[in-house]
């Protein structure tokens, strides 16, 4: 495992829609292994690929219930709303009040190419879909209700990613 870089707001990566992972082999677990430690260091609730400069649909996140990893993720449905604060770790030292569904149930595949469905609620549904913009390069700065604010969240949460 290693530690991989963080391509932070200005980088143009950060901006362009993934591609599906076709291959569901070493080269991809060693990019899910460095994903979970290189968000783990950072402090984040999750990653994707494209924040580490790949251009995979590939995310993860960890909300407290330990690590789930998302390939070629797909939102299924999304219900209700909320609105909270957010920040990311490809935009550093800021943070916003964005809003998102407050329900989301999504399908993806394991490391293994295995399929999966998933239902998430507040901040699990903020996590999925805050990561799954990333995979359409989307930033959450783009969504923001009022201001970017700078500063570390005045939530008691860690940053979405």
């Keep these: 495992m290693a530690l991989r870089t963080i391509r932070i707001d200005d980088d143009p990566i950060l ?6 992972v076709k291959n569901f082999d070493k080269s991809l677990e060693d990019i899910l292994n460095d994903m979970i430690e290189t968000m783990n260091h950072a402090e984040g ?10 251009l995979k649909r ?15 993720p797909e939102i299924l449905e999304v219900n209700e709303e909320q609105i909270g604060e957010e920040g990311c770790l490809s935009v550093p030292g800021r943070y916003a009040i964005v809003k998102r569904p407050l329900k989301v149930k999504a399908r993806a595949q394991n490391r293994m190419g295995e399929d999966f469905e998933i239902e998430a609620i507040e901040l699990q549904a903020r996590a999925i879909l805050h990561e799954y913009d990333h995979l359409e390069g989307i930033l959450y700065i783009d969504n923001i209700e009022g201001e970017l604010k700078y500063g570390a969240t005045r939530c008691d949460m860690k940053s979405i990613d």
């Excluded at 901006?15 to 599906?20: A, E, G, I, N, Q």
């Excluded at 609730?45 to 790949?54: D, E, H, K, S, T």
């Design 58 to 72: 590939i995310f993860i996140i960890d909300v407290g219930e330990g690590v789930i990893e998302f390939i070629n």
């Design 15 to 20: 901006r362009k829609v993934s591609k599906p």
């Design 45 to 54: 609730v999750g990653l994707a690929a494209p924040q580490i400069g790949i």
